[in-house]
């Protein structure tokens, strides 16, 4: 299982969609993809086009984002008050925490972001 952060979401369905061929080959080899609220919200206050937001539907129904509930929230107040410099990183230790509860990767394109958190198991998807 794997949750997706927003920086791989962005780069595979908005824009040239560089990396859109990893999440193509991960979805064929069976892989499943978890979106956390947290990056939905983050995805949808960008500038999104209609047909961007339609890939978005059509693979990651919003209807079906990962909520941020109590038990995200505790691990997220325990990994922030063991990392260095937690300010102004909250939504990216809550994302981290989203996929630690639920014992999956995180696939980011932002590793350097998440290299400190405890227990994170960071995917480079192929």
Do not use: H
């Amino acid at each position: 299982m794997i949750v997706i952060d927003t920086s791989a979401l962005i780069d595979c369905l908005a824009g040239a969609r560089p990396v859109s061929y990893l999440l193509r080959n991960a979805v064929e080899r069976g892989e499943r993809f978890l979106l956390p609220s947290l990056v939905l919200f983050e995805w949808l206050r960008g500038p999104r086009q209609p047909a961007e937001l339609a890939a978005q539907e059509a693979l990651f129904p919003s209807e079906e984002a990962i909520v941020f509930g109590p038990r995200e929230a505790a691990m997220s107040a325990q990994v922030y008050r063991l990392v260095k410099r937690p300010r102004q990183r909250e939504i990216d230790l809550a994302i981290a925490s989203t996929a630690i509860v639920r014992e999956a990767q995180l696939w980011t394109l932002n590793p350097d972001d998440f290299s400190d958190i405890p227990n994170l198991r960071l995917t480079a998807l192929r």
